[in-house]
């Protein structure tokens, strides 16, 4: 008989009990809804012990590598600790540094917090003293001693506003997270990897990118970034850079309109990847962005050969507020 540590309190579950029902009985409610594993309402992270096998069948492997599972298919072999998928912990930091990349968007450098662990391409949410908040992917990878933001100015936003023209070096940031499953899981280090986003999509795609790099991975890696002219691209000589340095880097700028920047590319960034690759089967495949983007894109990759299984993608939400 397992014990289950939830919330503070501890529950048994009987041999061959599925998790959910056995914490249900004792007065402890999952979320939940088809109890059957399709419908994934009863996700749930083990913070310590492992889940089982079949109970992980069908997520992501960015989930389970992370430890999360289906609670209706559990029947836990072993004590675990859980907790909701959506709980995250809170930090507050100070801004360690401040820098304009181009016109409209910057980069924000803050510390990383004590015992802070996440994933290269994760997110985090920024939360403002009133509760504003709102959700910057991460950019810098578990090895560097900051956590880097790339955020954008939007037209009349709340927060972005704020960013930009009145937090300064040295303020405190808070924020929540880490949270999102595209993620660079190392394994096959000889299949390749497509990188594909707009905008400051840029920011996890280059994480995971520097982070497969890190981790040994020596299969081509091409990286796609694309804006509507040159002016909207940023960090161009440090990508070069970088693939000067790698051989197995590929990077490619894409402009919608005028001349695109020497070794890039004028056109749909949709279209651009699988037009330059041909097939896609057999990738790994990373897509961030603007929701339209990153859906074309997902279409366009399915359609080149790419299996569904194989494409992680983190579309950004822009609010006016």
């Not at 040159?230 to 490619?252: F, M, P, R, V």
Request: aromatic letters at 8%; hydrophobic letters at 40%; glycine letters at 10%.
């Amino acid at each position: 008989m397992a014990t289950i540590r939830f919330e503070g309190q501890d529950y048994s579950c009987a041999e061959d009990e599925v998790l959910l029902d056995s914490l249900a009985r004792q007065g402890a409610v999952l979320p939940s809804a088809c109890k059957a594993g399709a419908c994934q309402t009863c996700l749930t992270r083990a913070l310590k012990g492992k889940p089982t096998p079949v109970s992980q069948q069908g997520l992501k492997d960015t989930l389970a590598a992370q430890g999360y599972f289906l609670a209706c298919l559990c029947k836990p072999v072993e004590d675990m600790e859980i907790g909701l998928a959506s709980v995250l912990s809170e930090y507050s930091v100070p801004l360690m540094r401040k820098e304009l990349l181009n016109e409209s968007i910057i980069r924000l450098r803050v510390e990383k917090p004590e015992g802070f662990s996440y994933r290269a391409g994760q997110f985090v949410n920024v939360r403002r003293s009133d509760g504003l908040s709102r959700s910057y992917s991460l950019a810098s990878i578990p090895s560097d001693s900051y956590l880097e933001l790339h955020i954008k100015r939007v037209a009349e936003g709340e927060m972005t506003t704020w960013l930009f023209d009145e937090v300064a070096e040295g303020d405190m940031l808070s924020f929540s997270g880490p949270a999102g499953d595209c993620f660079y899981l190392a394994g096959d280090l000889e299949r390749p990897l497509l990188l594909a986003g707009a905008g400051t999509g840029l920011a996890p795609l280059l994480g995971i990118m520097r982070d497969a790099l890190e981790q040994g991975h020596r299969g081509p890696i091409h990286l796609f970034h694309a804006s509507l002219a040159t002016s909207g691209l940023y960090l161009i000589d440090e990508l070069n850079a970088l693939a000067k340095q790698h051989a197995q880097l590929k990077y490619t700028p894409c402009v919608l309109h005028g001349d695109a920047p020497i070794g890039g590319m004028q056109g749909n960034i949709i279209d651009l990847p699988a037009q330059v690759l041909g097939t896609l089967s057999g990738y790994r495949i990373y897509l961030c962005g603007d929701p339209p983007i990153v859906s074309g894109l997902r279409q366009k990759s399915f359609m080149a050969g790419a299996a569904m299984q194989d494409i992680y993608s983190d579309p950004f939400v822009f609010s006016s507020t």
